[in-house]
């Protein structure tokens, strides 16, 4: 009996642990609001948007709910958000090896995924400054570029935009010619210190271009807490894999790596 009593007790205390761990983000995040009451009112004062499911379906954006479909995304945003707290990270760069990969659909399913936990909020960057895609996925024009906004021309309150009630997209208008000049300028590195400060975000996401292609995420990572890998299981080689992990673990830490387009009759890399 003693032996019994002492399991029950040992299971109730865990479950007790359980329910604080939960309990204790949204009184934090009561807490935050409460000690700045401006928080809020700088949140609200973003430009609302939102998206059509089945635009959303078409660029397979699927975390908007719940579901089966939802589930392997919400998995990666889990750990991910787990591993950076134990870290004490909050800036994400999502990046890949080569174009195709998939890294902004991965970045828009985190985003949303991230939504749908009320007690948090993110802000989502476009810096892929190349070839932006942010606005295509979500088939809305934003008020003003995200390079107009890393300048200085605009502030971010009027360039951002906002979907439901903790989401906060920084998206691009056009495509830049040159944009490692913005990327590698300390003025960027600034701005984005500024909007952390002034809207105090749980997780900054940065899609960024492929490393392989030119020098952009190169340029930018010095800025990122951490990065995500993505590659493509039928596209991606492993030789490219592996310089590209080599390329970004040289400016910041590498979370993990997700493999895309896996095939169960496909090797995971081509071989080169």
Same mark, same amino acid.
């Given at each position: 009996m003693e032996k019994l009593q002492a399991a029950i007790?040992? +299971?109730?205390?865990? *479950?007790?642990? $359980?329910?604080? &761990?939960?309990?204790? /983000?949204? =009184?934090?995040?009561?807490?935050?609001?409460?000690?700045?009451?401006?928080?809020?009112?700088?949140?609200? #004062?973003?430009?609302?948007?939102? &998206? @059509?499911? !089945? $635009?959303?379906?078409?660029?397979? &954006? &699927? %975390?908007?709910? +719940?579901?089966?479909?939802?589930?392997?995304?919400? =998995?990666? *945003?889990?750990?991910?958000?787990?591993?950076? *707290?134990?870290?004490?990270? !909050? *800036?994400?760069a999502i990046t890949s090896p080569m174009p195709g990969s998939g890294k902004t659909t991965m970045a828009c399913n985190i985003a949303l995924g991230l939504g749908r936990q009320r007690d948090l909020r993110s802000i989502l960057f476009d810096l892929d400054l190349r070839d932006p895609s942010l606005r295509d996925f979500f088939g809305v024009e934003p008020p003003h570029g995200i390079s107009d906004m890393l300048t200085g021309t605009v502030p971010f309150e009027d360039q951002a935009m906002r979907y439901g009630e903790n989401v906060a997209v920084s998206m691009a208008q056009r495509a830049e010619?040159?944009?490692?000049? =913005?990327?590698?300028? /300390?003025? %960027?590195?600034? !701005?984005?210190? #500024? =909007? @952390?400060? #002034?809207? /105090?975000?749980?997780?900054?996401?940065?899609d960024l271009p492929s490393v392989l292609v030119n020098d952009d995420t190169r340029a930018f990572l010095k800025n990122a807490d951490c990065a995500l890998i993505v590659v493509r299981a039928d596209t991606t080689s492993y030789t490219q894999f592996e310089t590209c992990k080599r390329e970004v673990a040289e400016h910041t830490n590498v979370l993990g790596v997700v493999l895309n387009g896996y095939r169960h009759d496909k090797r995971s890399f081509s071989a080169t």
């Open positions: 007790d040992k +299971a109730r205390l865990s *479950r007790n642990e $359980h329910s604080a &761990v939960q309990t204790a /983000e949204p =009184i934090a995040q009561r807490s935050r609001e409460k000690s700045n009451p401006r928080l809020l009112d700088r949140w609200q #004062a973003l430009t609302p948007f939102d &998206v @059509q499911e !089945k $635009h959303l379906s078409q660029n397979r &954006v &699927v %975390t908007r709910s +719940a579901g089966k479909t939802a589930t392997p995304f919400d =998995i990666l *945003r889990t750990k991910s958000l787990l591993q950076m *707290r134990q870290n004490g990270w !909050k *800036r994400l010619t040159d944009p490692t000049r =913005i990327l590698l300028a /300390e003025e %960027t590195a600034g !701005k984005l210190d #500024a =909007i @952390q400060a #002034a809207y /105090e975000p749980d997780l900054m996401l940065f």
